[in-house]
C-alpha cells in the first residue's frame, strides 16, 4: 500500500483543483433549467475516468439525465467492484444564506466549500482518484467498473430502468458506494442501515380565486387554515404519525439490539449545538440516535399558499399546498406507504375544500448485514487508516436505488462513506473535510485489496 | 339633477377613458418598487380635480406616501362634504391567473377589468366626475373636500397622523366614502358596519440552517410542521378562535337584531358558485351573513416555508412564517387582541423552536347608525337613482381610518359604496360593472342634493 500512499501525497493538489472543476458544474437535477449542465458534468465525469485509468468511460443516455459508465477489466477472472456514485447535487435555496458562492468552491478552515463538496461529488470524486492511485501505482487488485448517476437527489427514477436493462455491463461481486457519513472522525463507522422514503405533495383548494378575508373571512373555508390543520394532525402528541396502518409493518428491533445501538457515543448537548436547537423533539420512548436510525418519520420539506411577500394582503387564498416525505424502516413498503398516506389525506379534508394528492418518489430501507466479507473487508481499511474498528451505524438518511439494485442486480451494497454531520449536505454552506477527501481515497485502495484477498 | 344627468349623458365615454389613465399607474403601496408610481398617481389626481372644478388641489407630503387634498368653497356657510377614497392598489399576485393585463384595463361584458377598477380607484373617480358634473351644471349645493390617500390597503399609517395635524383644513359634517359594496344591482345597500383587523406575522425557527430530512427527520422539531400545528390551534372544531379572552368584548347582537340582519335577500346557492365552493365553514350557531357581518373570524392570509421550488428537496426547514389577520366586530379592541394573539403563540410554542411575532396593522370596527341625517339622505339617494329604498348592510370588510375619522375628527362616515362581490377586489381579474360606475356617477350628486337639504 506503500506506492499509492506515496503516489496520493505527492498528487494532493491537483486532485483538489480536478475535484473544484467538478463542483464549478451547478448540476442541480431538481431544476430543469440545469439540463445542460447535467450533460457537461456527466460528459467531464467521463473523460475523467479515462485519464484515471479506464479502460474507455461513456455517457449512456437515459429518459432523463445520462448515466456515466466506465470500467477497467484487470483479469476477468478477477473479483469485480461497482462504484456508485452520483453528480446532481441538490439545489442551493435558500441563496442568501450561503456565506460563499455554491458553485465557486474555496478552502478555508481545512474544509472544501460548495454545493456538492460531500454530497455526492466530493464522496464519488474520491473514488475516480483513488482509482487512479491504484491504476498508476499498478496495484489494481480486481475489476472495477464505475456507475454515476444524475437523478440521485430526484429519484433515481431513469437508474432503476438502465440497471435493469444493463444487468450484464453491471455484473460485480460488491457494489461501493460512498454518499453516507461517520458518526465523528475519531470514532468511524460504516452505515449498514439506511431509512426508506416516501415524498408527496398535496394542495388543498377552496375558493376558485383568492377571496377578500373581510368579506368572506369566516364564512368560507381558508385553504391555508385547513392545510394547517391536515398537516398538523399528521402526527400526534407523542410524536408519532396518525397515518392508519402506518407502523403496521415497522421491524420492532429487540431490547438487545437496542441497547447495540445506542452504545456508540453520542453527546446531546453536542448535537443540539451542531443544529443549533435549544432542544429535541421526536417519538415518546425512544433516543435520538433510534429516532433517527430506527423509527421512521414524517417532515413538511415545504408549505406555501397565498401572500407571502413583503407587507400584509387581506385575502382568503385559493389555494395552499405542502411538499411531505416520511422516512420508512425496514419492512416498509414505500408504495404501501404512499397509499395509506393518500387514502388517509382524502378521509380527512373536509368538504369545503378539494385536496389533490401526488406521490413524487419513494424508495426502501437497505440493511447490510455486518457479517458479509465485504463489509468485513470495509471494517478492516477503515481500520487500516483510521486506526480504530469502525461502528456499525443506522443512518436515518434514504438512499432509493441502493435497495433496488439488490432487488435488480442480486448484488449488495458497502456503504462505505466519509462524510459527518457538520458537513450540512442540503444545506447552505456544504462543505466537506479536506482530511475527510484525502483520508477516503487512501482508504478505498485498503478495501479494494481486503476484498480481493478474501 | 336634470342637467346633472345630461351632462353625465354625454360625457360618459371621456369618464371612462379619464378612469383608464388613473387605472394604468400600478400604485402597489405593499411594494416598495412602486414609490415612484404612488407619487405619479397622486399627482395625477390632483391635476384631474382641479380640471374638475376644484379652487385648488395639493399633493400633500407624509412620512409614507402622500395625501391628495382639494376643495371648493361656494359658502362658507353652506355644509361640507369630505370625501375620502384611497388611490393606492393591491398587488397583483397570482399574477399568472389574471386573464388581462391587470394595469391594462379594458372594458369586456359591460365591465371594466384591471387592478382598482373598483377598489377603490374605480370608486374614488366616481365622486371626481360627480363633483365635475355639478360644478359644470351649477348644481353644486354645498362644500367639498377631497382627501384621497396612498397607504388604505397597508394600514393608513400616515393618514392618521395627517388628521390629526389638519383638523381645521378637514373641517367637515360628513364624510363620503366609496369603498364598500352592494348586496346587489337589484337589492341595493349602504353598509352601516365594517369589522376591525387586527393583521400579525409570525415566524417559527428550529435549527439555525435548514436540515437533512433523513439525517435529523424524527429527532429534530421540524419548524413548518409546528408552525401548522401551532396555526391549526388558534381556531376550534367550532369554528371559534381559541385565543383566550379574544370574545370577551364582542357585542353579542339581540335575537331581534340578528333576525333584522337575516331578512336581506341571500341565496346560499349563488354565494357558494360565486366564490365556487361546494360547501360553506365557519362558526357554529350563525348563518353566513352573520359570520361575515356580525363574528370575529381568523385567516391565515400567507404561510411560506421551506423548498416550495418544482420538484423535491428533502430537508427541514430551518425557518416556516405565516401572515394571519383577524377580523373584529365591534367593541373589540385591535391593540389589545393584538397583544392577546401575541401572548397566546408565544405560549404555545414547544421548547424546541424560537418564534417571533410581529404586529403589521390594525384598525377598529365602525358602525354608521341608520337614523344619521347624511344615512338617510344617503338612503334617498340610492331610492331615487335605483328605484328601491337601499338596505342597511353588515360588510365583513374594514376600513379601519373610517373609525379613526370619528375620533380624530369627530366627524361621522357615510358608506355609500357601489361595489358588487363579483368584483373580485384583492383577487386576479377584478373588475367593476359600467352600470356601477355610471349609477354611482348619477347617485353623489343626489346625495349632496338631499343632505344639504336637511
Given at each position: 500500500m506503500e506506492k499509492v500512499k506515496v503516489y496520493i501525497e505527492e498528487n494532493k493538489d491537483r486532485f483538489l483543483n480536478e475535484l473544484f472543476e467538478v463542483l464549478r458544474i451547478p448540476s442541480i437535477s431538481a431544476q430543469t433549467e440545469h439540463h445542460d449542465d447535467m450533460i457537461r458534468c456527466a460528459e467531464h465525469l467521463a473523460a475523467a475516468l479515462v485519464k484515471a485509468g479506464a479502460d474507455h468511460a461513456e455517457v449512456m443516455p437515459t429518459e432523463g439525465n445520462p448515466v456515466v459508465f466506465a470500467e477497467k477489466i484487470v483479469d476477468p477472472r478477477a473479483k469485480t467492484v461497482l462504484v456508485y456514485g452520483h453528480y446532481d447535487v441538490m439545489p442551493v435555496?435558500?441563496?442568501?444564506?450561503?456565506?460563499?458562492?455554491?458553485?465557486e468552491p474555496v478552502v478555508r478552515d481545512g474544509r472544501i466549500w460548495g454545493r456538492g463538496a460531500d454530497d455526492d461529488k466530493g464522496q464519488s470524486f474520491m473514488h475516480v482518484k483513488a482509482f487512479e492511485a491504484m491504476c498508476a501505482t499498478g496495484t489494481l487488485p480486481c475489476n472495477v467498473k464505475f456507475m454515476l448517476e444524475g437523478e440521485e437527489e430526484i429519484g433515481s427514477q431513469s437508474l432503476y430502468r438502465f440497471c435493469r436493462e444493463n444487468r450484464k455491463l453491471l455484473k460485480s461481486d460488491v457494489i461501493l458506494v460512498s454518499d453516507t457519513s461517520m458518526i465523528s472522525m475519531e470514532t468511524p463507522s460504516i452505515t449498514c442501515g439506511l431509512r426508506g422514503l416516501t415524498y408527496m405533495q398535496v394542495e388543498v383548494t377552496g375558493p376558485d380565486h383568492d377571496l377578500h378575508s373581510g368579506l368572506f373571512g369566516g364564512a368560507v373555508a381558508n385553504p391555508a387554515n385547513v392545510l394547517a390543520r391536515l398537516v398538523a394532525s399528521l402526527v400526534d402528541e407523542q410524536g408519532?404519525?396518525?397515518?392508519?396502518?402506518?407502523?403496521?409493518?415497522v421491524r420492532e428491533l429487540s431490547v438487545a439490539e437496542r441497547r447495540a445501538l445506542n452504545r456508540a457515543p453520542f453527546n446531546l448537548a453536542a448535537y443540539k449545538r451542531s443544529v443549533g436547537v435549544g432542544d429535541v423533539a421526536g417519538?415518546?420512548?425512544?433516543t435520538t440516535m433510534e429516532r433517527t436510525g430506527i423509527r421512521p418519520s414524517l417532515d413538511v420539506n415545504g408549505i406555501w399558499g397565498g401572500y407571502t411577500d413583503e407587507g400584509t394582503k387581506t385575502i382568503i387564498p385559493a389555494r395552499a399546498s405542502a411538499k411531505i416525505s416520511m422516512r420508512l424502516v425496514p419492512n416498509q413498503d414505500f408504495r404501501k406507504i404512499a397509499k395509506l398516506f393518500e387514502k388517509h389525506f382524502r378521509a380527512i379534508a373536509p368538504r369545503s375544500v378539494k385536496v389533490r394528492v401526488e406521490f413524487l418518489h419513494g424508495g426502501a430501507p437497505y440493511v447490510s448485514p455486518t457479517d458479509l466479507p465485504a463489509y468485513r473487508a470495509a471494517e478492516q481499511a477503515v481500520e487500516a487508516t483510521f486506526g480504530r474498528k469502525p461502528l456499525p451505524f443506522y443512518s436515518?438518511?434514504?438512499?432509493?436505488i441502493v435497495s433496488a439494485f439488490e432487488e435488480i442486480l442480486g448484488v449488495k451494497s458497502i456503504l462505505l462513506g466519509f462524510g459527518?454531520?457538520?458537513?450540512?449536505?442540503?444545506?447552505?454552506n456544504e462543505s466537506y473535510g479536506l482530511d475527510q477527501f484525502f483520508r477516503g481515497i487512501e482508504t478505498i485502495p485498503c478495501f479494494y485489496r481486503y476484498f480481493s484477498e478474501m
Open positions: 435555496d435558500p441563496r442568501e444564506e450561503w456565506t460563499t458562492e455554491p458553485f408519532r404519525v396518525t397515518i392508519p396502518g402506518f407502523y403496521d409493518d417519538e415518546t420512548g425512544y436515518g438518511g434514504s438512499i432509493p459527518l454531520a457538520q458537513d450540512a449536505i442540503h444545506s447552505p
